[in-house]
């Protein structure tokens, strides 16, 4: 508990920059997360304490409700309570974004000076229209504070600076502490290339075992399997020794900036990552690419390569309102993706879906989905009580049943 108490301060206080006052709001600084309970983002809401602030809590959905959408709803707790510092997940402002929202929709906005986004990368094209929708509510230079790290460990691996330039799309920096770098196929670490999200060193808040698992074993094989004791290359060249201890491997794709290039880029999953034809690309490229297009609110994409099967790449994608996917639709599907990626990240099929299965913390479930197409039973592969939308499951079961019947016959 100590060790989350401190990277809580760091977090909040260094690096978020959290304080007790806020010159131009005369009730000081109010600070905003939205978050459910069981995510790390709660923690870090409520770390706000340790430097004194005022937290401003919603309980309730921020999409408004099934009948009637409404994408205002925490922008007009934010202008009642003047709010200073507003954070949401990045699939939030992607959903605002879409919904075509504006400061007259929401009220007086002007004492925002920082948005937060984690929880999934967070696009240029959904950064920079955040940016305009604050310019037009009287904050020209609004802040981005983008964060990733996990709630397996209470904390944060990327985060933002004040300080530091600001490019859409990609986050300032490494945090306080973390020692963190992006690793090739080979354990050797790299820069202005993408590789595995590894931690070399332990952050005070990392948990020593997992609930039930007394000898330790699903920890190591969730986090340090990959690289074990010894594993891995020095910056300069050579081993890093037996002495050296297990590596933490997060499970993400990242891109560490140099010098001439600064910042960081997580580009999704790595245990989800689309493998075409030899290459390799993150899904989030491929979702930029389709949730650019008007008519699709969500999609998801999973790549079915496994011990040597043939490749099998479906895509699934939520409609607007009263739309159906027709030929002319996949045809500007398969367009944007051909423009933006390469011919070779076009799907195999294109299946018009009612939602996306995401965490409670909105992430896409990807992996459960490949695992559901791959055969294996849902009660394996997924927790119901950590997703946001539990009863879109059985659709996916039904199609993994129909596709393994497809495909046996």
């Given amino acids: 508990?100590?060790?989350?108490?401190?990277?809580?301060?760091?977090?909040?206080?260094?690096?978020?920059?959290?304080?007790?006052?806020y010159a131009p709001n005369?009730?000081?600084?109010?600070?905003?997360?939205?978050?459910?309970?069981?995510?790390?983002?709660?923690?870090?809401?409520?770390?706000?304490?340790?430097?004194?602030?005022?937290?401003?809590?919603?309980d309730g959905n921020p999409g408004g409700s099934k009948e009637r959408p409404d994408w205002t709803v925490l922008w007009r707790m934010a202008a009642e309570e003047r709010v200073t510092f507003f954070g949401a997940g990045a699939a939030f402002y992607g959903h605002c974004m879409k919904a075509g929202i504006t400061p007259a929709a929401c009220g007086d906005l002007s004492a925002i000076r920082v948005l937060g986004s984690t929880g999934s990368p967070l696009s240029a094209e959904v950064q920079q229209w955040g940016s305009r929708l604050l310019a037009s509510a009287g904050v020209p230079q609004v802040w981005w504070c983008n964060i990733s790290g996990g709630t397996d460990f209470a904390g944060a691996f990327i985060g933002g600076n004040r300080e530091l330039p600001q490019t859409p799309g990609r986050m300032q920096c490494r945090m306080l502490g973390a020692a963190v770098e992006a690793w090739d196929e080979r354990g050797r670490p790299v820069l202005d290339a993408v590789g595995e999200l590894v931690c070399t060193q332990p952050i005070p808040s990392m948990p020593?075992?997992?609930?039930?698992?007394?000898?330790?074993?699903?920890?190591?094989?969730?986090?340090?399997?990959?690289?074990?004791?010894?594993?891995?290359?020095?910056?300069?060249?050579?081993?890093?020794?037996p002495e050296a201890g297990a590596v933490w491997r997060h499970g993400d794709w990242i891109e560490i900036g140099s010098s001439a290039h600064p910042g960081c880029v997580i580009y999704g999953r790595s245990d989800a990552t689309i493998n075409r034809h030899g290459l390799r690309m993150g899904t989030s490229e491929i979702y930029g690419a389709v949730e650019a297009l008007p008519e699709v609110l969500d999609s998801l994409v999973v790549d079915l390569e496994y011990l040597g099967r043939a490749s099998y790449m479906p895509l699934f994608v939520v409609l607007r309102s009263g739309l159906v996917l027709d030929d002319g639709l996949r045809a500007r599907i398969n367009d944007a993706i051909r423009a933006s990626l390469s011919p070779r990240f076009l799907p195999d099929e294109i299946v018009q879906v009612a939602e996306v299965p995401r965490t409670l913390s909105g992430k896409k479930q990807e992996l459960p989905v490949k695992k559901l197409l791959l055969g294996q039973p849902m009660d394996k592969v997924v927790n119901p009580d950590a997703m946001a939308n539990p009863g879109c499951l059985a659709w996916y079961v039904d199609f993994a049943r129909h596709r393994a019947a497809a495909v046996a016959s």
């Fill in 1 to 21: 508990h100590g060790g989350m108490l401190l990277v809580m301060l760091q977090l909040a206080v260094l690096h978020n920059d959290i304080g007790c006052s």
């Fill in 208 to 241: 020593l075992f997992l609930w039930g698992d007394a000898d330790g074993a699903r920890y190591r094989a969730s986090y340090f399997e990959m690289y074990p004791p010894g594993h891995g290359r020095r910056p300069g060249g050579g081993d890093l020794g």
């Fill in 26 to 58: 005369s009730l000081g600084e109010r600070y905003h997360w939205y978050s459910s309970t069981g995510w790390i983002m709660w923690n870090a809401q409520v770390g706000g304490l340790l430097g004194g602030t005022t937290c401003v809590l919603y």
